[in-house]
Nanobody, 119 residues
Framework: QVQLVESGGGFVHPGGSLRLSCAAS????????MGWYRQAPGKQRELVAT???????IYADSVKGRFTISRDFVKNTVYMQMTTLKPEDTAVYYC?????????????WGQGTQVTVSS
């Protein structure tokens, strides 16, 4: 069974920073596209950042310049450094691993971690 284990959410004031972590198995981490999504109350889940395997990161316009996604291939962990956080960044953040093959799409989700930005 594939597991994506997240950590790092919490409460922060506007302008603050947090770093989210998502640990995966080596098999998943080495070949899957890894990314972060978020879902705010009453809204659809949306892509925040993704790092396709072997390609450059892609960011939602709302987080460009503030969030940075990165991979640690020793720890099989993907991170998202979030800076200059805003109240509108408040959401449950989910780690995602996906792979499109000729046999279909394989996709896995973490359990979610709450990020709350408030004064």
């Amino acid at each position: 069974q594939v597991q994506l284990v997240e950590s790092g959410g919490g409460f922060v004031h506007p302008g603050g920073s947090l770093r989210l972590s998502c640990a995966a198995s080596r098999r998943i981490f080495s070949i899957y596209n890894m990314g972060w999504y978020r879902q705010a109350p009453g809204k659809q889940r949306e892509l925040v950042a993704t790092e396709p395997s072997g390609s450059s990161p892609i960011y939602a316009d709302s987080v460009k310049g503030r969030f940075t996604i990165s991979r640690d291939f020793v720890k099989n962990t993907v991170y998202m450094q979030m800076t200059t956080l805003k109240p509108e960044d408040t959401a449950v953040y989910y780690c995602n691993a996906n792979l499109q093959t000729s046999a279909g799409r394989y996709e896995y989700w973490g359990q979610g971690t709450q990020v709350t930005v408030s004064s």
